[in-house]
């Protein structure tokens, strides 16, 4: 079983950072992707950011050059660091990873239970 637990989330001024972290725990071989994912109320889930299992990164457009995707392996660790807060990015924001059980298994993806962040104008 695998799980993905997210912290960081919080209540921040426009302008503001927050720094998210989600870690994957479990019976786990190995992480390709790992990406986050936000959803505002009634939106639908978007993806935010993406980081591949070598090293290439993907952005939405919304928060590109203010958002940055970052992973520890060592810790089965990713990140996001949010700067220049917006209230448009009001959400909650999903962690999804997919991981490998074992060498011959193939790739589940995960998400975590989500970390709400609310940015007041």
């Keep these: 079983q695998v799980q993905l637990v997210e912290s960081g989330g ?3 001024q426009a302008g ?3 720094r998210l972290s989600c870690t994957a725990s ?3 071989f190995r992480i390709n ?3 986050w994912y936000r959803q505002a109320p009634g939106k639908q889930r978007e993806l935010v950011a993406l980081l ?3 090293g290439s990164t993907n ?3 919304s928060v590109k050059g203010r958002f940055t995707i970052s992973r520890d392996n060592a810790k089965n660790t990713v990140y996001l660091q949010m700067n220049s807060l917006k209230p448009e990015d009001t959400a909650i924001y999903y962690c999804n990873a997919g991981i ?3 060498v ?3 790739t589940n993806y995960y998400w975590g239970q989500g970390t709400k962040v609310t940015v007041s104008s």
Excluded: H, K, P, R
């Design 100 to 102: 490998m059980a074992s």
């Design 16 to 18: 503001g950072s927050l």
């Design 59 to 61: 952005y939405a457009d």
């Design 33 to 35: 992707a790992m990406a």
């Design 104 to 106: 011959v298994a193939g």
């Design 52 to 54: 591949s299992s070598g």
């Design 10 to 12: 919080g209540l921040v």
């Design 26 to 28: 479990g019976s786990i």
